[in-house]
């Protein structure tokens, strides 16, 4: 309440400041909270600069167990290498959603981007963390020698 007066009184430059100051706009309008409770993390980098982030947590609910504690579990929800949709909140699981059944429970999974990756909670370790691509401990000389024959004929003709 104090923010919004703020930003009345000073006819929107307070706003300003607290775009530009991200560490103040946390403080001023957010609570402490624990990581794995928290809607907006604020992060600072490491060089020399030392600037600060402001990040907000998304909720998304994917069906059926935790799919960080078992990779194998993902294999049945990826279709032709790509994920099907995951509901934004539990009122979009609806009856005549593909991948709704009354056995498969929604799990919930927290997310936050920052400068173009998506961490994602990990209760395993009790923090956020990237997911590692296909490309991690591949040298390029097996990722060309594995992929520069093209098509066999079979996969072709098919």
């Given at each position: 309440v104090l923010v919004a007066v703020g930003v009345l009184?000073?006819?929107?430059?307070?706003?300003?400041l607290l775009y530009w100051l991200?560490?103040?706009r946390?403080?001023?309008?957010?609570?402490?909270?624990t990581l794995k409770d928290c809607d907006v993390v604020l992060l600072r980098t490491t060089d020399e600069f030392k600037q600060w982030f402001c990040a907000k947590v998304r909720i998304r609910f994917c069906p059926g167990t935790d799919p960080f504690q078992s990779p194998e579990s993902m294999t049945n929800k990826v279709?032709?290498?790509?994920?099907?949709h995951l509901p934004e909140s539990p009122s979009e699981h609806i009856e005549?959603?593909?991948?709704n059944n009354a056995a498969v429970p929604l799990h919930e999974v927290r997310s936050f981007v920052h400068h173009s990756v998506t961490y994602f909670w990990n209760?395993?370790?009790?923090?956020?963390?990237?997911?590692?691509?296909l490309d991690e401990g591949v040298s390029c000389s097996t990722m060309h020698s594995e992929h520069s024959q093209?098509?066999?004929?079979?996969?072709?003709?098919?």
């Open positions: 009184c000073t006819g929107g430059f307070l706003l300003l991200p560490k103040w946390v403080k001023a309008t957010c609570t402490r909270r279709t032709n290498g790509h994920a099907s005549d959603h593909p991948m209760d395993l370790h009790q923090a956020f963390s990237s997911l590692g691509g093209g098509l066999s004929t079979e996969i072709h003709d098919y």
